[in-house]
């Protein structure tokens, strides 16, 4: 797994589905610093609005689960980058 980014729970990998041979984002957070953070609920309402959400702009949440240290988000991968590093590359008009 390749590492696309890192955020204040933990970081993103480039990962590859098996079953159809494609490219996935796989958010990794942990689950000791969303509790010494106390975001818990930050992070249950992410993935509860994450899962409903359906917009050719906005990443699809595959699936999630999680093991004793871990919760993993299952994303669509942009290969594109990230919005944030596209805006940063555009000219200033």
Known sequence: MKLLGSGKFGNVYLAREKHINCDIALKVMNKAIIQRMGAERLVSREINIHSFLNHPNILK??????????????????????????????PLK
């Open 61 to 90: 949440l595959y699936g999630f689960f999680h093991d004793d240290d871990n919760i993993y988000m299952i994303l669509e991968y942009a290969n594109q980058g990230d919005l944030y590093n596209k805006l940063n590359e555009m």
